[in-house]
């Protein structure tokens, strides 16, 4: 059975809430569950809440802030990588590998990596600028929107100049 809510209880509460205590931490101090402290707030006059929206939403922008910049980061290392990826491309390298009947590792000198291996490079290379994109969109943005915007409204201007154009005949 529950234990009953005393006026120790709901003094403790007050006097906690009283100096901006929050809801949990009224709780673990009194040893009683946060949904008990609730109920003694509410049924005090005039009932006491424990309204935290604006810290919250600080926190919030804090965070999202916080994210963002690390996106960015991010978003300029796998640039980075990229051009140290596309920088190899025409590299001299040398490759290795295992063969013979003895199986013995033997290197060649190449004045740029074998066309496979430049594919990947160029693969890697494309991911990595994809992925800092999205992190981080380009400049400019907003003006793509207006070119596309523009382009559409081309498009139907032109199609209704056909479609005008067919019905006369011409």
């Keep these: 059975m529950a234990r009953p809510i005393t006026e120790k209880d709901r003094t403790a509460v007050r006097r906690l809430h009283s100096q901006g205590k929050t809801r949990n931490d009224i709780a673990r101090t009194i040893g009683r569950s946060p949904s008990t ?3 003694i707030a509410a ?3 005039p009932p ?3 309204d935290r929206g604006p810290e919250v939403v600080a926190a919030t922008e804090a965070r999202r802030i916080d994210l963002a910049a690390r996106r960015t980061e991010l978003a300029t290392a796998l640039h980075q990588d ?3 990826l596309r920088a190899q491309l025409w590299e001299p390298c040398t490759i290795g590998a295992f063969g013979g009947k003895d199986n013995v590792w033997s290197e060649t000198r190449l004045e740029r990596p074998t066309f496979g291996d430049q594919r990947a490079i160029l693969a890697a290379t494309g991911t990595a600028i994809e992925k800092s994109l999205k992190l981080s969109p380009a400049e400019g943005g907003e003006g793509a929107e207006q ?3 523009m382009l559409g409204a081309l ?3 032109l199609t209704r100049a ?3 154009g067919g019905a006369d005949g011409g």
Excluded: I, Q, Y
Aim: charged share 40%; net charge negative; aromatic share 4%.
């Design 147 to 149: 070119v596309r915007s």
């Design 43 to 45: 049924a005090c006059d």
């Design 48 to 50: 006491l809440t424990f």
């Design 155 to 157: 498009g139907e201007a």
């Design 162 to 164: 056909a479609d005008d």
């Design 82 to 84: 990229a051009e140290r």
């Design 37 to 39: 402290v609730s109920k």
